[in-house]
């Protein structure tokens, strides 16, 4: 059957007859819609790519300047501003440019998420990068079915095989942290880390473990405590750890965050850090730098991370094929004043 066309452009009607199924059909389609069959969806899709049909959106979009959306949990964070801060480097770069919004202001239900990704389509968005999200797998799915290019930088959930996500090496990270504790004569060596359940807080926690197995160190699950990535959980995890009958001599902490928390609850109780605790960040940032005393910490390749995220985005705009859907860039441990061989 041949496809009919209207002024040289592809009609949905033209999709209908093709396929065999009605214009509204098509159209819930086009609209990521929810309420179409599986088998349905994937007919009427390869109709409209094999006549390479663009929604208005996409033809705005091939018209003008790329316009990429950015969706933070929040930006009020030495880790956020880093990452935004080479997401929008390489913006300029690309001739690209920006919107910013915020995931925990997004409505959670799936019909208004679908409104959302609806709208994106609407005026030409060239992308999505969600940062640090705890969008489910339901949810980023809301964008992909608009064949909207996704990129989850940190996820703290495993994405979906088909959407990319950019992120460090935590668990090399995680056991870098701990090698050197181990390396400076520390034993107790506790993890006070993110949410459980979170991706980089288990990768980070694991090369935490694999560190002091490989020493043939044990260690109790007391010396493992799970929380958020916020500096008062540093306040609370210490607290926790101060009441063991044998307190730990060294904290790997799952960010730069939780350990200021540590710096802050320490100095109130007297602890010094170094000379009575050790204390080992994760992230790199300028808290880490600017703390006192300046913070051990495993940087993370903030900025270029930032950067990967977009260009992965606009390759994905263009129809080029990806090598993986997951990119990792190395992480670097940087001595600082916050560690020392543990008091005799």
């Known amino acids: 059957m041949t496809l009919t066309t209207t002024g040289g452009k592809t009609t949905l009607a033209a999709i209908a007859r093709l396929t065999g199924v009605s214009a509204p059909t098509v159209s819930k389609v086009v609209n990521g819609r929810e309420d179409v069959a599986p088998q349905t969806r994937a007919k009427v899709l390869a109709a409209l790519e094999d006549a390479g049909y663009q929604s208005p959106g996409q033809r705005r979009t091939a018209a003008g300047p790329s316009v990429v959306e950015v969706a933070f949990d929040s930006v009020n964070s030495n880790y956020s501003l880093t990452v935004l801060n080479g997401i929008l480097d390489y913006a300029a770069e690309a001739g690209v440019e920006v919107m910013l ?103 980070r926690l694991h090369g935490y473990m694999s560190a002091l197995m490989s020493r043939g160190i044990g260690f109790g699950p007391e010396l493992v405590i799970h929380g958020n990535f916020r500096a008062e959980y540093g306040v609370e995890g210490l607290s926790a750890l101060l009441t063991m009958p044998e307190p730990p001599t060294a904290i790997f902490a799952g960010n730069d965050a939780i350990a200021v928390g540590v710096l802050r609850e320490a100095r109130r109780r007297g602890i010094r ?44 705009a263009r129809g080029e094929q990806l090598d993986s859907h997951r990119v990792e860039l190395a992480t670097q441990l940087v001595i600082r004043e916050s560690t020392a061989p543990p008091a005799r």
């Open 101 to 203: 919004s915020a995931t925990q202001h997004a409505p959670a239900g799936g019909h208004d998420l679908s409104r959302r990704a609806q709208r994106m389509v609407d005026e030409g968005r060239a992308g999505l990068i969600v940062v640090t999200s705890a969008f489910a797998e339901a949810q980023l799915m809301a964008f992909r079915r608009r064949q909207i290019p996704v990129v989850v930088i940190d996820p703290l959930n495993p994405p979906p095989g088909d959407v990319v996500s950019v992120g460090a090496t935590n668990w090399a990270g995680g056991r870098a942290a701990a090698e050197h504790l181990l390396d400076l004569g520390h034993r107790r060596i506790a993890y006070l880390g993110g949410p459980k359940s979170a991706e980089c807080n288990q990768a």
């Open 273 to 316: 850090v170094p000379e009575d605790l050790s204390l080992v960040g994760f992230d790199g940032t300028t808290l880490a730098e600017d703390s006192v005393p300046a913070l051990t910490s495993v940087a993370q390749p903030l900025h270029d991370m930032g950067r990967a995220a977009l260009r992965t985005v606009l390759r994905q």
